[in-house]
């Protein structure tokens, strides 16, 4: 591909060799940035921004705009698909999303489908194609789908949850059930994330925010082998180039040996792992991303330089480092902080090139 103005996350994302560690963040598009604010403001609400390309293009684009990141992330949910299997989808203010219509038997799972990227989920791949074309090979642009457990989990609970009663009691009384729904939206998420990166994706992330909740065996079957279902199922090459692709799961660092046996390219790391121990249990065959404790940014800019050090002197010498938060960025973080956190990555990550 010859359009890349800064390709370091694709090389960082495939091992190899890096001037400096790259850096984004997870929710870099979000409600900490007051530009965002106004532009949800304008669209009237979260799933109108969503739906609407122009406005999933402003909001991708304007952290680039303000930050020297390394990457852009497309601006959507990971509950698009559940939305596009009429599951009644809505979004709660101050109480996050609602699903009308929860699948808790064998005859909701009935009726579940997997949607056509290319009419219910249109909107999307629309916004890809727009936000590439605007990128204008500033940065790589990252797709994203949340994983099949996680997604599942709203799809279950009907929303967010903290003991996953309805979901965990289908896992133990009705397993057969859940692996058939499991199938149904892991097959929806690879043709998903096809279409993402048919449409100018240049490296996909799943999000399994909630496998942390699961057992370790429980891990492995309901979670990780579905997201090694997607990696098997996703296009690997486009444009002459490698797409790479993330596995994260948020609490999920006692599995990253098998994480890495996925296939996949890189893994997401949250802050409760040191990447000395993470790339110890990898053994070099994949990438690693993180892993900055988010609230970190609360600090003052001294601090902040100093825990970017550490998480930088803990990954080490060489290439395969991509520097992120290990989860998203929290809505009331100063801007000014993210700032400070840029400057030290930039600073201090050269030397473990070289």
């Not at 219910?120 to 994203?144: C, N, Q, S, T, W």
């Not at 240049?202 to 090694?228: H, I, K, N």
């Amino acid at each position: 591909m010859t359009d890349m103005k800064n390709d370091l996350l694709l090389r960082a994302l495939l091992r190899q060799p890096t001037e400096r560690t790259p850096v984004w963040m997870m929710r870099q598009a979000g409600r900490y940035l007051p530009e965002y604010r106004a532009t949800r403001a304008k669209a009237g609400s979260f799933l109108a921004m969503c739906m609407n390309p122009e406005y999933a293009c402003e909001v991708t684009i304007q952290p680039l705009d303000r930050y020297p990141l390394d990457a852009a992330i497309l601006f959507s949910d990971i509950l698009t698909i559940p939305h596009a299997m009429d599951l009644d989808l809505t979004f709660e203010a101050g109480e996050g999303p609602r699903i009308g219509k929860p699948v808790r038997s064998a005859a909701d799972v009935d009726r579940l489908f997997v949607p056509d990227p290319a009419r219910e989920l249109k909107y999307v791949v629309d916004a890809v194609a727009l936000i590439r074309r605007e990128l204008a090979g500033r940065v790589p642009l990252i797709g994203f789908a949340g994983s099949p457990w996680t997604v599942g989990t709203y799809m279950v609970e009907g929303g967010g949850s903290k003991n996953f009663a309805h979901i965990k009691g289908m896992m133990y009384d009705a397993p057969d059930t859940l692996h058939r729904m499991l199938d149904i939206v892991t097959r929806a998420t690879t043709a998903y994330l096809n279409a993402q990166i048919e449409a100018g994706a240049q490296a996909v992330m799943v999000f399994d925010t909630w496998g942390g909740a699961l057992s370790p065996r429980r891990y492995l079957e309901f979670s990780l082998d579905y997201m090694a279902r997607i990696v098997d199922g996703l296009i690997r090459e486009r444009e002459g180039r490698r797409v790479p692709v993330i596995l994260f799961t948020k609490g999920g660092g006692e599995w990253l040996d098998h994480m890495a046996e996925t296939g996949c390219d890189a893994l997401g790391v949250d802050w409760t792992m040191d990447l000395a121990d993470a790339r110890t249990l990898t053994g070099g065959r994949v990438a690693l991303q993180g892993n900055l404790d988010p609230c970190v940014l609360y600090a003052s800019p001294e601090v902040i330089r100093d825990e970017v050090g550490r998480v930088l002197a803990s990954f080490g010498h060489g290439h395969g480092h991509v520097f992120n938060l290990g989860h998203g960025i929290h809505p009331d973080i100063d801007p000014g902080r993210v700032s400070a956190m840029l400057a030290a990555v930039h600073e201090l990550s050269p030397q473990y090139h070289r």
